[in-house]
């Protein structure tokens, strides 16, 4: 998961940029950059940090002209510490390309191989973004004649990444001399939204992870980028869009909806705030259902993306609702936060308990997933140190059991609490006296309630089925030696196969 933003605007870029990546900072936490163009020169400024860390005035000063990109970055592949593997990347041949991505690509170790063989193209890091763009540079001269591009060409180059690249991927592109380039996977995984602003001077033009940063930046949400389209709007404001795949099918990840994005998104048609009222809806009825004997005093959130679904929650059990914990705002998300140590040291350094809230009460805490079950365990935990006679956990997803291979940071199995424990003893591992996990079906219908044409979703880390259809049981085995220390063997993981495929109908005319 990380931030992509590009604007043409009639006036300088810079200041917009900058804006709308402090309001898609929930998506990356790392690293953070921007690039513009002016005169005919790329311009950028880039390293480890948060955007306010990153940035000072002489670093917006020397970033002149009125477009560009952005993008802020959460460490999945590569490595999370190397400042060398911020974005945007850079090629120069055989155009001046800059390239901000989010998602993950599945095949970047044979797309290098490639490079290296037969588009005689080298990598520089270890980041599968700086593949995706030397795979696009490629593709940009194979399509091109000679030194001319226009968008018939970059259209073909597209395509032909749709047709080389596998994963998930959102990305925007500043092409020298001609414009912005933006384009999804055919699955539509990973969310890239479009916005335009009328302005005296002309028309301004925004794509973006999400439609937060459209509306901070003054801009009118047009639509979502369709999973496979690519649109080009070149430097006088001209916008053109073509469907670049062969055969798509769209399956947005389900993550999306109940944790990485802003409640004020709005994702594939879908309200991200409404959705997880659903959510809390649908959890309420199944704790009806499956705990009637449970008598609870309050439900109380673990901020700040459960909140609208306890909220819905609590109305729905005619329980009040509460604020039992405050967030110190100056303390990392855990979840982006690279390495478990890191992870377990800040759990009680970010949240602190309302005493009054917890003191004598049977509590219901309602969190949106239980990935690793160190924050769960360690939340429960605090809710008894101030005072809770009994405490239940809630949560709005399902079981995490499989590894995310889509550009979410949980892609080992051995550090999902779930993986290899049914709901009991994740109960007891996390210490609650009872638990409440979502079906999976009734998630899928929280979001199909808003926008009922949406069939498929990307659900792998719950059912471990991988849409793009290429993940393998090998493919896990590396991610996990790759990321273990020691090294796993194959001794130490599942006999049974964990990377079933989903069965989606590729047809192009996408019927079912």
């Known amino acids: 998961m990380c931030g ?66 952005g993008h802020v970055r959460y ?76 968008e018939k060409a970059i259209f073909q180059a597209v395509a032909a990444v749709h047709r080389r690249c596998r994963g998930a991927y959102a990305a925007v592109v500043m092409i020298a001399g001609y414009g912005l380039l933006a384009f999804r996977d055919p699955y539509g995984i990973r969310p890239l939204v479009i916005g335009r602003n009328d302005a ?41 869009s073509h469907a670049c795949a062969e055969s798509t099918v769209h399956a947005p990840c389900m993550f999306e909806y109940v944790y990485l994005a802003r409640p004020d998104s709005l994702i594939d048609g879908v309200s991200v705030y409404e959705a997880r009222l659903k959510m809390g809806e649908y959890l309420a009825a199944k704790f009806r259902r499956t705990m009637p004997h449970v008598e609870v005093d309050v439900v109380i959130p673990i901020p700040d993306s459960s909140r609208p679904a306890a909220l819905e929650m609590a109305n729905q059990m005619g329980v009040p609702y509460r604020e039992g914990f405050v967030k110190n705002r100056y303390i990392g998300r855990t979840f982006i936060m690279p390495g478990q140590a890191v992870r377990r040291k800040s759990v009680r350094q970010k949240l602190n308990t309302i005493h009054q809230e917890f003191k004598g009460k049977r509590v219901l805490l309602v969190d949106d997933s239980i990935v690793r079950g160190t924050t769960s365990q360690e939340i429960v935990s605090m809710a008894r140190d101030a005072g809770a006679t009994k405490v239940y956990f809630a949560s709005a997803a399902p079981p995490v059991r499989h590894a995310n291979v889509y550009g979410i940071d949980m892609p080992t199995r051995a550090e999902l609490i779930g993986s290899d424990r049914d709901e009991a003893e994740i109960c007891a591992a996390i210490g609650a006296d009872g638990l409440l996990y979502q079906d999976l079906e009734d998630l899928r219908a929280s979001v199909r309630a808003i926008n009922p044409s949406l069939q498929y979703f990307e659900t792998s880390c719950f059912d471990g089925k991988y849409v793009t259809g290429d993940v393998t049981p090998d493919y896990l085995f590396g991610i996990e030696n790759r990321r273990s220390s020691p090294p796993v063997t194959l001794e130490d993981t599942d006999s049974e196969p964990v990377a079933n495929q989903l069965d989606l109908n590729l047809a192009s005319d996408n019927s079912d």
């Not at 060398?84 to 191989?113: C, D, I, W």
């Not at 949400?221 to 916008?239: C, H």
């Open 4 to 69: 992509i933003l590009g604007v043409v605007a009639t006036t300088a870029v810079n200041q917009l940029l900058y804006d709308g990546l402090q309001v898609l900072q929930h998506r990356g936490q790392d690293a953070a950059g921007i690039a513009t163009t002016e005169g005919g020169r790329f311009l950028m400024h880039k390293g480890s940090g948060l955007v306010r860390d990153v940035f000072r005035t002489r670093n917006m000063r020397n970033l002149q002209g009125n477009w560009g990109i």
């Open 75 to 150: 460490p999945t592949a590569g490595s999370a510490y190397n400042p060398a593997e911020a974005q945007p990347f850079y090629v120069n041949s055989p155009f001046g390309l800059m390239l901000a991505h989010n998602g993950n690509l599945t095949n970047s170790e044979e797309l290098k191989r490639e490079m290296f063989l037969a588009d005689l193209r080298h990598i520089n890091t270890n980041s599968d973004s700086e593949v995706l763009l030397n795979v696009l540079a490629h593709e940009l001269q194979a399509a091109s004649n000679g030194c001319k591009l226009d």
């Open 200 to 240: 005296p001077a002309g028309t301004e033009w925004i794509v973006s992870s999400e439609s937060v940063a459209v509306d901070a930046l003054g801009f009118k949400l047009l639509r979502d980028v369709e999973p496979g389209e690519a649109i080009v709007i070149d430097m006088e404001g001209n916008f053109r």
